[in-house]
């Protein structure tokens, strides 16, 4: 069955420094999502993407953030210059059209130390 | 503005019983879709079951089924036959549906799901 993956699974930075995260969707999706989730608490919506550029942000998604589709298949998050308060998990989704249901990554977990 | 509250922080169940976990949500969008996602203790989120506001049957999937109650504003999750390792945390979701549109997961707060034996 096919399925979304990230990589990597866990990683660990300095504050400041530069982090990009990496998922492929399923193939046949067009729809993409990333969202992060801090310890014990809820997930939170990020941003999504769809025909090549984004459809929606979050006021957590600042400039420090960017995300892009390189070539066709990787679907990646930066994070330019990372805080603290940027470690969590972090997931990514894919959906095939706007009425199905977002199949998710099994995340990334950031942390910053 | 959507919003969804989980009004219930943890549930015990015993196995081989039902469960029921509340979901209310609010939204002015006249067409939405209603999820609920499993995340055991390994961290992944699995979906489990899905209802349009349009649909007139409440969702079925196995031992899951959405109570799906639109003049309640109600979405609860009812577990058949609770087995060990449904032990996780459960969280009620919801999203505007438009065709063309990508639009996000609003997620509530959870409801961490014990069976014991």
């Known amino acids: 069955e096919p399925e979304v993956t990230q990589t990597p699974s866990h990683q660990v930075t300095q504050m400041g420094q530069e982090v990009i995260l990496r998922c492929v969707p399923i193939s046949n999706h067009l729809y993409f999502y990333w969202y992060r989730q801090i310890l014990g608490q809820k997930v939170e919506f990020l941003v999504s993407f769809y025909n090549n550029e984004i459809s929606e942000k979050s006021e957590i998604f600042d400039d420090q953030f960017s995300v892009e589709r390189p070539d066709g298949s990787n679907f990646t998050l930066k994070i330019r210059s990372t805080k603290l308060e940027d470690s969590a998990m972090y997931f990514c989704a894919s959906q095939s059209n706007s009425y199905n249901e977002q199949f998710f990554g099994p995340g990334t977990r950031l942390t910053v130390l | 503005a959507q919003k969804i509250t989980q009004t219930q922080p943890g549930m015990f169940v015993q196995e081989k019983e039902a469960v029921t976990l509340d979901c209310t949500y609010d939204?002015?969008?006249?067409?939405?879709?209603l999820f609920w996602y499993k995340q055991p203790s390994s961290g992944e989120m699995i979906f489990l079951i899905y209802q349009g506001s349009y649909d007139q049957q409440n969702a079925t999937e196995g031992r899951y089924s959405l109570n799906f109650q639109k003049a309640r504003k109600s979405a609860n999750l009812v577990i058949s036959a609770s087995q060990l390792g449904d032990s996780a945390m459960y969280f009620c979701a919801m999203r505007e549906e438009r065709a063309g549109t990508a639009s996000k997961l609003t997620f509530g707060t959870g409801t961490r799901l014990q069976v014991t034996l």
């Open positions: 939204t002015s969008d006249p067409s939405y879709g």
